[in-house]
Nanobody, 124 residues
């Protein structure tokens, strides 16, 4: 079992920045791939960005390219999501997820463990 706890969400004005953290505990040897998904009001949860254990492989959706950065500190079992130039359309609950490395990183089924989510609200 792996437990994931997200933090760092909040309210920010458009153009601002937030940094989310996701701390993993338990059997973190299963946390090869770590990702962030988000769910906006009235929409399905969708993939945002992911990082492999080594950090060499990073995947993201086009809508966050150049604005969001993912990183991880394996010594602390923590993954970070730095979000810059935030837009109102980034408003969502952000979920951290982890699982064995899989090329199908956009698929929720790839991930075995999920955090409880943290709210990010971007005002215009």
């Amino acid at each position: 079992q792996v437990q994931l706890v997200e933090s760092g969400g909040g309210l920010v004005q458009a153009g601002g920045s937030l940094r989310l953290s996701c701390a993993a505990s338990g059997r973190t040897s299963s946390s090869d791939l770590m990702a962030w998904f988000r769910q906006a009001p009235g929409k399905e949860r969708g993939f945002v960005i992911a990082i492999s254990w080594s950090g060499r492989r990073i995947y993201y959706v086009d809508s966050v390219k150049g604005r969001f950065t993912i990183s991880r500190d394996n010594a602390k079992n923590t993954v970070y999501l730095q979000m810059n130039s935030l837009k109102p359309e980034d408003t969502a609950v952000y979920y951290c997820a982890t699982g064995p490395y899989n090329s199908d990183y956009r698929n929720e089924g790839t991930y075995d463990y999920w955090g409880q989510g943290t709210q990010v609200t971007v005002s215009s």
